[in-house]
């Protein structure tokens, strides 16, 4: 059980660390503009420097919710794993880790939606280049939406031994 503990403990830093990485970094799409590497993400459009993300008034709104709600996965994600060190030593024997499971469900029901309204909004519009897809912050995303979920649900099944 501590093993499983522990190994846990590594899924969900690693989940942190890899939302940290895909909210701040600019490689959400990438495509190429005069034969040159051309990335955008959330915050910054990137060739050889980088430039305010212009975007129309029509999706600003979608880009300001994806913002925020990565932000705020990261925020309960961090949230969740205090609370999972605050539980493992002040829980009784034999207890669930419930508020942890739960603070981590929420964690993974932002991810949902912020990378939902990404891939619903923003995909293939960057229409000034060619060979357009998505760079690997949209995928890391995506696989903290998965560890976040397995995470969760495996800090509710779980009992403090």
Not at 20 to 47: D, P
Not at 98 to 109: A, E, F, H, S
Request: glycine share 6%.
């Amino acid at each position: 059980m501590l093993v499983l503990l522990a190994g846990i403990f590594v899924v969900h830093i690693a989940t942190v660390i890899m939302l940290f990485v895909c909210t701040i970094s600019n490689v959400w799409m990438v495509g190429t503009s005069n034969l040159e590497r051309v990335s955008s993400g959330l915050w910054l459009l990137c060739n050889r420097t980088c430039e305010q993300l212009p975007v129309s008034s029509d999706n600003e709104a979608s880009l300001k919710a994806v913002q925020a709600f990565m932000i705020l996965s990261i925020i309960f994600s961090v949230i969740a794993l205090v609370m999972f060190i605050v539980q493992l030593f002040t829980l009784e024997k034999g207890k669930r880790f419930y508020i942890t499971g739960g603070i981590m469900l929420v964690c993974w029901v932002c991810i949902l939606i912020g990378v939902s309204i990404y891939t619903a909004r923003f995909t293939g519009q960057m229409p000034a280049f060619t060979n357009t897809h998505h760079g690997y912050c949209f995928i890391l995303a995506w696989i903290c939406f998965c560890f976040s979920f397995i995470t969760g649900i495996l800090y509710l099944v779980l009992r403090k031994k």
